[in-house]
Every structure is written in C-alpha cells, then in structure tokens.
C-alpha cells in the first residue's frame, strides 16, 4: 500500500485543531479525521491559561478568540466559612507573558477558528464521520482502519492521536492509561444569574473551600458555571435531579434560594497518563495522553502544550533538519512534566478545597502577601513553570 506524504491527527478538538494548525504553518501536509459528524458544540473546558495564549497568538487564533471570550486578570479564594481568603492578579508576571490573564471562552470556539483560518489551505483537509478502528505501522509510514460505511484505510507517514480519554488509537498502539478515577464525580451547574450582583468584590474565577461541599464559579461569556463534588453514596438520579441542583446552588448565597438552571452536566473524574506519549510513528497528545481533574484548569491547556512541542518537532524531523531522536524528546519532556507538574497541581487544588483549616488559609495569605512568592506562585497555575521545566529536560 502506497503511504500518503502527511500526517494524521485522529480528533478535531482544540488539541488536535491546534497540531493541526501548527503543522500547516510550517508546511506540512495534515488530513484531520474526526469520529463525529461535525465539530463538537459541547463547551467542555473553557479557560486559556497566558501561555496558552502566547502559542495560539502564533496560529492567529488569539486575538478572534479574546475577542468572543471573558479575560480575568485576578482569581480568588474563598471559604464558606470566611468569605475571601486571597486573591491573585497575573499582573505580576506580565514579564513572563504577553497575556497576563486567563481567557474564559468555550473551547468550541477555539476549534471553529482554526477550522476558518485552515479551509482553502492546500496541506490541511478535514474528513468526518471517521474513527479510528485499527492502526498498523509499516517501516515508513502508518495504515489506520477508519470505519465509514464500511472499513477503510489511510495512509499517513506519521499519526497523532488527540481522540480524547477514550482514544480508540491509544486502545489500537495498546498503550496502558495508567492512573486512578476519583470516587466523586464532579455536578456542573449553569445559570445566567448576576453573582456579581450579589456577591462583594467577586472577580470571574473563584474558589470556594469547604470540606463539606466545596465548590468554584467559573464566569464564561453570558453564563456562570458552578461546579460542585458528589459524593459516591448520592446516585446519579439524584444528582442530576432539578431539585438537588437547587439545593446545592441555594448554599451559594444566603436569601436566594431558587435560579434559574440552563443545563447541567455530571461525569466522572480521572487521573490518568498513558505509559508512553510515542510508540514507533504513533504519537498521542490532550485527553488520550493524560486526564486529571479539571481545578485549575490543566488538561486542555496542556494538551496545547502537548500539541505545539509535538508539531515543532515533527515539522523538523519532516523538513530534515532534525532526526527522529528529536521526537523522543517530546516523550521525555511532556510525559515528565505532566507527571511532575499538572497531575500533582491538580490533585493538590482538589486537596486544598476539601481541607481548608488554618493551615491552607495562612499558606495563601502568605503567598499572596510577598511578591516574591506570588510570582513563583502565578508562574505554577498559569504553566509557565512546567513549561520552562520541559525545556530544561532537554
């Protein structure tokens, strides 16, 4: 079978869109092929982390998604018990950036951005209604079974799976996805209710400790989300009953105890990173690489991370100017980091909404107080930090 001159990325979520982007640019051929019929519509994660936005500044797609997006400069944290505890501005590392702030904006918007900017372009096309089913590799290339109407195959030098936590590729390399899943899942609410309205000094992004029931609201353009943990022994017909959903958001501020709900979404929480980012001429960025929980907002952002370190360096190897010991680099950096860095931060910020004694409110207070710390401290939740920790791995 003849091998096509292109690469394949599995998956049209913002990851993949991203890689996708990233390859044409430097002019390498890319065939997308996505599972669904047309881009997802979901909202799904929705926060651009500064340098998240630096890299998409470089694909064009910064400045349109800014644009239909949210900035929030400050977060906070708060206590049901003491009201705000701290608050951070990414102001104090606007050296480090060119955004110093984090966007709040659908990542479907991301997607449908590149997809404009992309159409017309000779080296990039889009195929539909096309999963992954089987992948083989051959001494030169790959051979993925994609079932249409029936099974059929294309052909690629190179594959990229960012076919999120379910990857059918990441199934056929058969690579382990090594981790635990929490025994909470998490409830997200959303309402088009004015927090700000009723809650003094509130900024767009908030933390909510309690050990009890913590929670955050998260404002994205014209609705807020409200997320909340639930317990293993609360049933699934419950949680996504009306009347509990109620019963959580009446906790959030005293006198109002009935909003008016636009959707609710339940799922359940993983911690997970596949035993190997590359296998031979397979690679697999975002969701099919790693999956945490979603405080903080790391997975797709370091799927991001993932997808420009992964391109950079394919484009290299394809135009020949590095060999392929340059793609094991990306193994080794962003496995590492996102060991080291987004699976512990992540496990951490949940640790800190469920146990917020003294100990967690003096810590905070003492950051947010020394400038010296607060940097140290911005430069971790915005990624910078994992970011300069990958370029040191070398």
């Not at 372009?121 to 590799?137: A, H």
Request: aromatic share 8%; glycine share 8%.
């Amino acid at each position: 079978m003849t091998i096509r001159d292109r690469v394949l990325i599995a998956g049209a979520g913002p990851v993949g869109m991203v890689a996708a982007a990233n390859l044409v640019r430097r002019g390498v051929p890319v065939t997308v092929l996505e599972a669904n019929a047309a881009l997802s519509d979901e909202s799904r994660a929705s926060t651009f982390h500064p340098p998240t936005l630096d890299m998409l500044h470089g694909l064009g797609a910064a400045e349109p998604l800014i644009a239909q997006g949210l900035k929030a400069p400050q977060f906070q944290y708060r206590t049901k018990r003491d009201g705000l505890i701290a608050q951070f501005d990414f102001a104090a590392i606007a050296d480090a950036t060119a955004h110093p702030f984090r966007l709040q904006c659908e990542q479907s918007r991301l997607t449908r951005i590149l997809l404009q900017h992309l159409r017309g372009n000779g080296n990039f096309e889009i195929i539909f209604s096309s999963p992954v089913r089987g992948v083989t590799q051959t001494a030169d290339g790959v051979e993925v079974a994609v079932m249409r109407s029936g099974m059929e195959t294309e052909t690629a030098r190179w594959l990229i799976g960012a076919d999120g936590a379910r990857s059918e590729t990441r199934s056929a390399l058969d690579i382990e996805f090594e981790g635990f899943t929490w025994p909470e899942r998490f409830l997200v609410v959303s309402t088009a209710f004015d927090f700000h309205a009723v809650i003094k000094g509130l900024v767009s992004v908030n933390y909510v400790a309690d050990p009890q029931r913590w929670h955050f609201l998260l404002q994205i353009p014209s609705l807020w989300r409200i997320m909340f943990p639930i317990a293993a022994k609360e049933s699934d017909e419950l949680a996504l009953s009306s009347a509990f959903a109620q019963s959580l958001m009446a906790q959030l501020v005293p006198s109002i105890d009935r909003y008016e709900i636009v959707h609710t979404t339940l799922y359940r929480v993983h911690q997970r990173v596949a035993q190997t980012f590359r296998k031979g001429r397979a690679f697999l960025i975002g969701d099919a690489a790693h999956i945490n929980n979603p405080l903080g907002g790391m997975g797709m952002n370091g799927g991001i991370h993932d997808a420009i370190n992964l391109t950079d360096r394919l484009a290299a190897v394809w135009h020949g100017s590095k060999g392929d010991a340059e793609l094991d680099r990306f193994d080794k950096q962003r496995r590492l980091v996102t060991k080291e860095y987004v699976e512990r931060q992540s496990i951490q910020n949940k640790k800190n909404l469920e146990s917020p004694g003294s100990e967690f409110r003096d810590r905070l207070a003492a950051i947010a107080a020394d400038p010296g710390q607060t940097r140290e401290y911005l430069l971790a939740v915005s990624m910078i930090s994992s970011l300069r920790r990958a370029q040191q791995l070398g």
